[in-house]
């Protein structure tokens, strides 16, 4: 079955405290890219890969590193994390390119708070 | 100006009904469009691609107007199912897709 799988679902930490949420696809996809979710704003983009070792910002990186070794896997690290990044992430993978096929895959998201 | 542009409803349609809505964007060079169906706090998912010509998926019809550069959606005959946050989707080519906030819909018995 064609899947984003991210882990942890949940995850509760304190201010300061590293944390990584993985994120792995089993489609093939070279495109690959972590969304925060908030309340009004919609899904924003936080880092994108197009490819393995190739990574690029999105709209709101701060606060944030990721890191693409392997095509299937692309996780987002917290080095310190604040309350502000309190949210809902996905993790999404698709086809590169631009056409009708290019829909994207979502994992089921990770709800963070920081406290 | 976001570079795409939803309304946020909510549209509060009775069960049965038709309901249709928009989406705006701003890239002309926009290549690919798609509207996703997100449950509260849930995964977005695919509902359907968006293609030139328009396109139907059982109850849903989505078409695209490059002209004036926006996307709809129509759902008909409702059903309660279909309450749900609706966004659209551009793939403006090289690099990231563009997300609207979302459309709520909310269908009443």
């Known amino acids: 079955e064609a899947q984003v799988t991210q882990n942890p679902r949940y995850l509760i930490t304190v201010t300061g405290k590293k944390l990584t949420v993985t994120c792995s696809q089993n489609m093939n996809h070279e495109y690959m890219s972590w969304y925060r979710q908030d309340p009004g704003l919609g899904l924003r983009q936080i880092y994108y890969s197009m490819n393995v070792e190739v990574t690029d910002k999105g709209d709101v990186p701060e606060g944030y590193k990721v890191s693409r070794k392997e095509k299937r896997n692309f996780p987002l690290i917290l080095e310190s994390p604040s309350p502000n990044q309190t949210s809902l992430y996905f993790c999404?993978?698709?086809?590169?390119?631009?056409?009708?096929?290019?829909?994207?895959?979502f994992g089921q998201g990770t709800r963070l708070t920081v406290v | 100006r976001k570079e795409v542009e939803q309304d946020p409803g909510p549209f509060n349609v009775p069960e049965g009904a038709t309901v249709a809505f928009n989406c705006t964007y701003s890239?002309?060079?926009?290549?690919?469009f798609f509207w996703y169906r997100q449950d509260c706090r849930k995964e977005p998912k695919l509902l359907m691609s968006v293609y030139s010509s328009g396109n139907e998926d059982g109850r849903f019809t989505a078409q695209l107007n490059r002209a004036s550069q926006y996307i709809s959606l129509l759902i008909r005959d409702s059903k309660l199912s279909d309450s749900a946050t609706y966004l659209c989707v551009v793939n403006g080519g090289w690099g990231k897709f563009q997300f609207g906030a979302g459309t709520q819909v909310v269908v009443t018995p």
């Open positions: 999404a993978s698709r086809r590169q390119g631009a056409g009708v096929n290019t829909e994207a895959f």
């Open positions: 890239n002309s060079a926009s290549q690919s």
